[in-house]
């Protein structure tokens, strides 16, 4: 069965940093693109970064440049998003999807399989 899960959400101060896993099961994740959405209440879904098979391209949102770095380790089937200097606007639901079929990260909003999403708060 093809599952993503994400772990690593809470609560931190404006400042503080998190580090999100999102780990793969049912598949290897080694030939996919694995991206990072974001969804605030009353908000759209944002796409956040993206990483593709080969490591060799990665994307950023503009509000998260500089700030947020997406990795992956193929040998743990995870994909990692390390949040830096968060903000209270980085508050959201934060999912991690992929693409069995091969969608490459330009086409990330048409991902297929989705995890459950993981709650990050930034507040004082």
């Known amino acids: 069965q093809v599952q993503l899960v994400e772990f690593g959400g809470g609560l931190v101060q404006p400042g503080g940093s998190l580090r999100l896993s999102c780990v793969a099961s049912?598949?290897?994740?080694?030939?996919?693109?694995i991206a990072w959405f974001r969804q605030a209440p009353g908000k759209e879904r944002m796409g956040v970064s993206c990483i593709s098979s080969s490591h060799a391209i990665t994307y950023y949102a503009d509000s998260v440049k500089g700030r947020f770095t997406i990795s992956r380790d193929n040998a743990k089937n995870t994909v990692y998003l390390q949040m830096n200097s968060l903000k209270p606007e980085d508050t959201a639901v934060y999912y991690c999807?992929?693409?069995?079929?091969?969608?490459?990260?330009?086409?990330?909003?048409?991902?297929?399989?989705w995890g459950q999403g993981t709650q990050v708060t930034v507040s004082s």
């Open positions: 999807a992929t693409d069995l079929a091969g969608l490459s990260c330009p086409d990330g909003a048409n991902f297929g399989s």
């Open positions: 049912g598949f290897t994740l080694d030939y996919y693109a």
